[in-house]
């Protein structure tokens, strides 16, 4: 483990690899790799990139993943939060884009993550594996999640700069005002304005956003784009960009970091606590706990007040 963490540390791509499976899995010893790294990160920008199904996130990533390559010599990072949705593997999605395919360079790191089986929550593990890409040196570090569930407002969150993708046509103009997504975005990209309808979705966007409340030191830019010719993808690279430089000047920036860095560990707390008590009680007295519940012979508050006990003996009042 010491040898992995001097590669890691040396910029090698394996060990990076492999640390980031590792605390994926949570296998032993991730949590001493995480603490170890930890103190590495907080120096890339960390760019979000939501938006619904299909509406060309990861053809905009790879775009802005080459633009960052070639303008300096860091390897730019990116996190897939893959939807493991029942949808994701059928038709709609058939052509989705397969980024781990994209890179030629060298220069972009990918990586995809499952969105199941994370005992602390997907915004947990993808906040670890941002951390580790982030240590290890990558800038900047990009992650795509499909913009609909709380689970990936917290992602966004992560980011410092959130950009939500729109399509024209797709009804996005009332979804992105229903599923609160206006207020993570600090850039907007209308992506397929090749499309019909791109202006009529730039004016609702534009609509929505002039409800914000006046003197915000950002107003969020919008972009269109055509993510597979690349029109627009230098635009929107210098909005992040400015988004970025913006952040320094505006006193709601250390407000929002503080918020993040609560909430995580917050999702680190609960992750070890259930880990621990799952650990002392064991699947079988999990199970056991589940059945009495079922039948009424027991009630889940004393439950798990009793499971608690076992990891923090003597904490009931
Ligand atoms: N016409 C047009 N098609 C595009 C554009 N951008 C992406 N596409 C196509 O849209 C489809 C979906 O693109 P992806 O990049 O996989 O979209 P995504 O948002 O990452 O999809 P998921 O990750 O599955 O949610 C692909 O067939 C792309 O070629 C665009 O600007 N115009
Ligand atoms: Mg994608």
Redesign the pocket.
């Known amino acids: 483990m010491k040898a992995l963490l001097e590669e890691f540390r040396e910029g090698n791509v394996r060990a990076l690899a492999r640390v980031l499976t590792r605390v994926e899995n949570r296998s032993p010893g991730s949590f001493e790799f995480l603490r170890s790294v930890f103190p590495s990160s907080g120096k890339a920008r960390v760019i979000g990139i939501t938006?619904?199904?299909?509406?060309?996130?990861?053809?905009?990533?790879?775009r802005l993943a080459a633009e960052y390559a070639s303008l300096s010599d860091s390897i730019v990072g990116i996190v897939?939060v893959?939807?493991s949705s029942p949808y994701?593997h059928g038709a709609i999605?058939g052509?989705?884009?397969r980024m781990q395919d994209a890179d030629t360079s060298g220069k972009v790191f990918i990586r995809s993550m499952a969105t199941r089986g994370h005992l602390g929550g997907l915004a947990s593990a993808a906040s670890d594996v941002v951390t580790v890409m982030d240590a290890w040196g990558a800038d900047p570090v990009m992650v795509?999640t499909?913009g609909v569930g709380q689970d990936e407002v917290d992602i966004a969150k992560l980011a410092d700069v959130s950009v939500v993708?729109l399509v024209p046509g797709a009804g996005d103009e009332i979804q992105a005002l229903k599923a609160g997504i206006m207020e993570i975005g600090d850039v907007f990209a209308i992506?397929?304005?090749?499309?019909d309808g791109a202006g009529r979705l730039e004016s609702a966007v534009r609509a929505a956003l002039d409800l914000a409340p006046e003197g915000d030191a950002w107003r969020p830019p919008i972009v269109r784009?055509?993510?597979?010719?690349g029109?627009g993808v230098e635009q929107l690279r210098e909005e992040i960009d400015r988004c970025h430089r913006s952040l320094g000047q505006d006193p709601r920036t250390s407000a929002r970091r503080r918020r993040a860095a609560r909430e995580r560990l917050i999702r680190i707390l609960q992750e070890r606590l259930v880990a621990s008590v799952l650990a002392a009680c064991g699947e079988h007295g999990l199970e056991a706990a589940v059945t009495a519940i079922l039948s009424r012979e027991r009630d889940p508050y004393s439950v798990a007040e009793e499971l608690l006990e076992i990891v923090s003996p003597g904490r009931a009042s």
């Open positions: 938006g619904s199904p299909g509406s060309g996130k990861s053809t905009l990533v790879n897939a893959d939807p994701s999605l052509d989705r884009i795509e499909v993708v992506n397929k304005s090749d499309m784009t055509v993510a597979t010719t029109e």
